[in-house]
C-alpha cells in the first residue's frame, strides 16, 4: 500500500476511534493493528504480546507509580495544601501569584524524575485543586501545568536523553548538563508568559492575598518546610550516591509517608486511598503506554516515520531550513505518537543528516527534547493531555487548547536555541572539559 | 522479493551495527534485490531482551544479540564470557570453532540458524583511581549485570553492584559504582572519561553477538538466496572479526585521548586474575557437564 | 453474583497494591542497603554489600503485573481515559448506543490480546524460559499474572456490557457523567 495513503488512512482511523469515545490506550492499539494488517506478515498478536512485555517490563518505568503515589500521599495528607499557604503570602507581590507554582514545582520536581508523565501527575495531583480552591483561571493554571510539566524530560535525569544517547552513543553526561540551560530558559519564558499574561488578564485573577504579618509569614514558612525537606532529601538522595534516579522515587515515597505520619495526616484510611488511587492513575498510563509502544512497533514495520525522514534527507536541505523542515515533520508526526516513540524511531535517518548538515548531535539531542515536550501537549496523543485529563476532568482537546501558548513558548524555546547554540552546549563544554 | 526486518541491539556507530548494514547491502547485491533486509538498530523495533524470541516466534526472521545472554538457559551460552578462557583474538577465534556447533545445535534446537558471531574487542577495567595490587580491589564497588560479573567482583574480593546500563554514568560519579568491566568500544562510545580516570586492558574475555535466522524463514528461500544469505554471513563474520581487531587500538587511542590513564595490568594484579579464570572455568565445566567439558577440551586441544 | 464479580475486582485491585508495595518496599531495602555500606566505609570499615539480586527484572515485571491487575478496577471507577466531547452532542439513546460500541469494540480487542499474551505465557511454560539476570526467574510467572489481569478486564467489560443492556447504563459512564456535571461547562 502507498505509503501516503495508508498514513492518511491511520489518522483517520485514530480520529474516527478517539473521537466515537474509545479509550486512548485501545485506540492506540487498534490503529497498530489496521497498520500491521495493511503493511506487515508478522504474526500480530504475537508481535503485541512480545513488544508490551518488553516495554511494560522495565526498570525504569517503575518510577512512574511511585512517583504517582508520593503524590497521592502529599496530597491526601494535605501536605500539599500546607505548602500551598505555605507560599501565598510569598507570592503576593509578584504578577501571577500562585501560578508560578507549576512553573517552578515542575522544574523542582523534573530534577528528580525523569519522565513528563510522572512530573506532570505529581505537581498537577498538588496544584490543580489548589488554584482551583484559592480562584485562579483554570485555562491558566492547566496551561501552565500542562506546558511546565514536559521540564520532566529537559532537566535531567531525563528518560528521552537516555533512550536518545543510547541510539545515538552520545554521552548520557554530556546531554543531561546540555539540558540544563535550556530549561532555565523555558522556565524563564513560561514565566514571564504568566507575568505578562496576569498583567494583561487582571479580572481573571484571583483577588491578592492579604498583607501578612511577620508572624504568618514565619507560620508560612513551618507550612513549607516539610515539603521542602523532602524534595531536598530526594534529590540529596541521588548526589550522595545513595540511590539511583529511579530509586530516589521511593525515597519519595518513604519521605512522604514518614513527613504524614510525624505531622499527622496519615490515616489508614488516607493510605489505602493513596495507595488506590495510585495504582489506578499509574494504570491508566501503562494502559496507554502498552497501546503507543505496539504502535510503535507497528510503526516500525510500516516504515512510514522513517520513510518520511529519509525523504526530509533526500531535499537536501541548508542547516537552518533543515532544521525548520525537522520541526515541522517532528511537531506533526509529534500529534500521533508519543516521545520515546519518535526518538527510537526517527533517529536512526535523521542523524547522519543533521552530522552531515554540521550540526552538533548533543545540540541536536536537546532540540530533540524540546519537540518531544512539544509532542506532549499536542493532540490527540500527548501523554501530559492524557495526565491531566484525569486529573482535571477537562478533555484532552480542551487541555491542550489551554497548552497552546506554551506550545508556542516550546517552539520559541527552538528557535532561540538555534540561534544561540551555547544555551545548551556552554555548560557541558566548561564542565566536561578533560 | 522478500523483505525482512531485522531488530538489532546497538546504535549504528556500532561496529557491529556497520558491519550488520554492510551484510545487508551485500545481501541485497548478491541476490540482486530479491531478499531485502532492513536494519532496526537501536533497539528500534524490538528491545534486546526480546530480539532471540522475536525470531524464535517468527515476528521477525532475521536478529542479532548477545550470546552471552541466553546464559542462564544453558551453561554453552556462557562458554565466551568466562574471564581468562580466551582472552585474545586468536584465543577467542578457536573458542568459537570449537564451540560453534555445540551453540549452533542448541539455538537448532529453538528453530534458529546460526549465520554468523563477531566478538566486541576484551573486556577492560575502567576505574577511579589506579590498582596494581589485587588486594586493593577488596571492597570496591564493582559492577555486575549477570552472573557471571557477579561471581568475578566476588573472586576479586569486590562487592558486585547492579548498575543498569543507562545510569553508569550517573552511578560512578555520585559514587555508588568504581569499578567496572567492559570493552573500550563501548567504553570510548559512552566517553568514559567523564565519569571514570584509569583503563586497565584487562581484555579479560570477548563475548560476541551472534546473528541468527529463524530456520522456517530460512528454508523457504531459494536456493540461490539461501546460498547468498550465507555467503553473505561469511563475509560479515570475517570482515567482522577484522572490525573488532581494528577497534579494539583504535578505541583505546581514543580512551588515551579523552583524558584517560591507559596501562597493562600489573603482575601481580595479572597472575590474580589468571587464578580467578582458573576457577571460573572449572566451575563452568562443573555446571555444564560432559558436553562441556569436551567444547572446553577441544578448544584447549587445538 | 455482583458482589462475586466486586469481590473480584477488589482482589485484583488487592494485587495492584501488593505488588507497589512490593516495589517499594524492595528499592527501599536496597537503598538501606547502601546506606549501611557508606556507614561503614566512612568508619573505616568494610562494605557488606547488601543488595537485593535482579532488583531492576524484579520491579519491572512487578511493575507490569501491577498494571494489568488494575485494568478492571480502573475500568470500574471510570480512571481510564476517553474523549467523550463528542458524546455530550448525543441524546440519551445515542450516548447509551456509543457507549455500547465503545465496549463491544474494547471487549474484541481485549479478547485478543488477552489470548496473544495468553499464549506468550504459556510458551514460556513450555520453554522453561528464563529472566537474563542474576535470579533466574520463569517469564511465564509475571507473564501468567498480566494475562490474569487482563481476563479480569474481560470480565469487567462484559459485566459494563451486560449493566447496559439490562438497566441502561454502565458504571464508568455514571462516573463520567456525574464529573462532567461537576466540572461544569465552560
Ligand atoms: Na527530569
Ligand atoms: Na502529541
Known amino acids: 500500500m502507498d505509503i501516503t495513503l495508508l498514513s492518511a488512512l491511520l489518522v483517520v482511523v485514530l480520529f474516527g476511534l478517539l473521537l466515537s469515545g474509545l479509550w486512548v490506550g485501545f485506540a492506540l492499539l487498534a490503529v497498530g493493528m489496521v497498520a500491521m494488517e495493511l503493511a506487515s506478515s508478522a504474526p500480530m498478536g504475537a508481535v503485541f504480546a512480545r513488544r508490551v512485555w518488553g516495554a511494560m517490563t522495565g526498570w525504569d518505568l517503575t518510577a512512574l507509580p511511585m512517583f504517582i503515589w508520593m503524590g497521592e500521599i502529599l496530597f491526601r495528607s494535605r501536605l500539599s495544601s500546607d505548602m500551598f499557604a505555605g507560599m501565598a503570602p510569598f507570592t503576593r507581590r509578584l504578577p501571577g501569584g500562585l501560578l508560578h507554582v507549576n512553573v517552578f514545582g515542575c522544574a523542582l520536581f523534573a530534577c528528580v524524575s525523569g519522565s513528563s508523565a510522572a512530573t506532570t501527575a505529581t505537581v498537577g495531583r498538588m496544584s490543580l485543586p489548589e488554584l482551583r480552591a484559592r480562584g485562579y483561571d483554570p485555562a491558566m493554571a492547566i496551561g501552565t501545568l500542562a506546558g511546565a510539566g514536559t521540564f520532566g524530560f529537559l532537566i535531567p535525569p531525563s528518560l528521552i536523553l537516555i533512550v536518545y544517547g543510547a541510539a545515538t552513543e552520545q554521552s548520557i553526561a554530556r546531554l543531561f548538563l546540555a539540558g540544563v540551560g535550556p530549561g532555565i530558559l523555558l522556565a524563564v519564558l513560561f514565566s514571564g508568559y504568566v507575568m505578562i499574561w496576569s498583567r494583561l488578564n487582571r479580572h481573571r485573577m484571583p483577588e491578592p492575598e492579604p498583607a501578612p504579618t511577620w508572624r504568618e509569614r514565619l507560620r508560612a514558612l513551618g507550612l513549607l518546610a516539610p515539603t521542602i525537606l523532602l524534595i531536598i532529601g530526594v534529590i540529596g538522595s541521588i548526589y550522595a550516591g545513595l540511590a539511583s534516579p529511579t530509586e530516589a522515587a521511593v525515597i519519595g515515597v518513604a519521605g512522604a509517608l514518614a513527613i504524614a505520619s510525624l505531622t499527622g495526616g496519615m490515616t489508614r484510611a488516607n493510605f489505602v486511598a493513596s495507595l488506590t488511587g495510585a495504582a489506578m492513575t499509574s494504570c491508566m498510563i501503562a494502559f496507554i503506554l502498552a497501546g503507543a509502544s505496539f504502535l510503535t512497533v507497528a510503526m516500525g514495520f510500516t516504515g512510514i516515520p522513517r520513510t518520511l525522514a529519509a525523504w526530509i534527507g533526500a531535499q537536501d536541505l541548508s542547516q537552518f531550513t533543515l532544521l525548520a523542515v525537522l520541526l515541522v515533520f517532528f511537531i506533526v508526526i509529534g500529534c500521533f505518537l508519543d516521545g520515546i516513540s519518535i526518538v527510537v524511531l526517527t533517529t536512526s535517518v535523521i542523524l547522519p543528516m543533521v552530522m552531515a548538515a554540521g550540526i552538533d548531535p548533543i545540540w541536536f539531542g536537546i532540540f530533540l527534547v524540546l519537540v518531544v515536550e512539544m509532542s506532549q501537549i499536542t493532540p490527540p496523543v500527548g501523554f501530559n493531555l492524557f495526565v491531566i485529563q484525569s486529573i482535571s476532568g477537562r478533555n484532552i482537546f480542551e487541555v491542550a487548547w489551554y497548552a497552546l501558548p506554551f506550545f508556542l513558548l516550546l517552539v520559541l524555546a527552538a528557535a532561540i536555541m538555534t540561534l544561540f547554540p551555547e544555551i545548551a552546549l556552554w555548560l557541558p563544554g566548561t564542565m566536561m572539559n578533560s | 522479493q522478500q523483505a525482512w526486518d531485522m531488530p538489532t541491539p546497538y546504535a549504528d556507530a556500532i561496529f557491529h551495527t556497520q558491519n550488520i548494514l554492510q551484510f545487508a547491502d551485500d545481501v541485497r547485491e548478491a541476490t540482486g534485490g530479491n531478499l531485502n533486509i532492513t536494519v532496526h538498530s537501536a533497539n528500534s523495533l524490538f528491545g534486546h531482551a526480546e530480539i532471540r524470541d522475536a525470531v524464535r516466534d517468527g515476528l521477525v526472521p532475521i536478529g542479532e544479540f548477545l550470546l552471552s545472554r541466553l546464559a542462564n538457559e544453558d551453561p554453552i551460552f556462557a562458554l565466551d564470557s568466562i574471564p581468562f578462557l580466551a582472552s585474545s583474538y586468536d584465543d577467542a577465534e578457536r573458542l568459537w570453532e570449537a564451540s560453534r556447533d555445540a551453540v549452533s545445535e542448541r539455538l537448532g534446537q529453538q528453530g534458529l540458524t546460526v549465520l554468523y558471531a563477531v566478538p566486541w574487542p576484551g573486556q577492560s577495567l575502567y576505574l577511579r583511581r589506579d590498582i596494581t595490587d589485587p588486594a586493593d580491589m577488596a571492597g570496591l564497588s564493582f559492577r555486575a549485570y549477570n552472573v557471571a560479573t557477579e561471581r568475578l567482583a566476588q573472586l576479586l574480593g569486590a562487592t558486585p553492584t547492579q548498575v543498569e546500563e543507562t545510569d553508569i554514568p550517573t552511578a560512578f560519579s555520585t559514587g555508588r559504582v568504581e569499578a567496572m568491566i567492559t570493552s573500550p568500544s563501548t567504553g570510548a562510545n559512552a566517553q568514559a572519561w567523564d565519569f571514570t580516570t584509569h583503563y586497565i586492558d584487562t581484555q579479560a574475555w570477548l563475548p560476541k553477538n551472534i546473528v541468527v535466522v529463524n530456520t522456517d524463514a530460512f528454508e523457504a528461500l531459494s536456493d540461490d538466496d539461501r546460498a547468498a544469505l550465507l555467503a553473505a554471513a561469511e563475509a560479515a563474520e570475517t570482515r567482522g572479526w577484522e572490525m573488532s581487531r581494528a577497534e579494539t587500538a583504535e578505541k583505546i587511542a581514543a580512551l588515551e585521548a579523552g583524558g584517560m590513564i591507559v596501562s597493562q595490568p600489573s603482575e601481580a594484579l595479572a597472575a590474580r586474575l589468571q587464578e580467578i579464570g582458573a576457577t571460573m572455568t572449572a566451575e563452568w565445566e562443573a555446571t555444564a557437564g560432559p558436553d562441556g567439558a569436551a567444547v572446553v577440551e577441544a578448544y584447549r586441544n587445538q | ?186
Open chain 3, 1 to 186: 453474583m455482583r458482589k462475586a464479580l466486586d469481590y473480584l475486582y477488589g482482589a485484583a485491585l488487592f494485587g495492584t497494591c501488593a505488588a507497589m508495595v512490593a516495589i517499594a518496599a524492595l528499592v527501599f531495602t536496597q537503598v538501606l542497603g547502601r546506606a549501611l555500606d557508606q556507614v561503614l566505609v566512612a568508619l573505616g570499615q568494610a562494605r557488606l554489600g547488601l543488595s537485593v539480586p535482579s532488583l531492576g527484572e524484579i520491579a519491572g515485571y512487578l511493575f507490569g503485573v501491577a498494571a494489568f491487575l488494575a485494568l478492571a478496577p480502573t475500568l470500574r471507577s471510570a480512571t481510564h481515559i476517553r474523549v467523550t466531547l463528542v458524546l455530550r452532542a448525543f441524546g440519551p439513546a445515542g450516548d447509551r448506543f456509543m457507549t455500547g460500541l465503545v465496549i463491544l469494540i474494547a471487549l474484541g480487542l481485549t479478547g485478543f490480546i488477552t489470548w496473544a499474551m495468553g499464549m506468550q505465557a504459556m510458551t514460556s511454560f513450555q520453554r522453561g524460559s528464563m529472566s537474563y539476570g542474576m535470579l533466574p526467574i520463569r517469564l511465564w510467572i509475571p507473564q501468567g499474572l498480566m494475562t490474569l489481569g487482563l481476563v479480569i478486564f474481560a470480565i469487567a467489560l462484559l459485566d459494563e456490557l451486560i449493566a447496559l443492556l439490562r438497566n441502561g447504563t454502565a458504571a464508568f459512564r455514571d462516573i463520567e457523567r456525574g464529573r462532567d456535571i461537576t466540572e461544569g461547562g465552560h
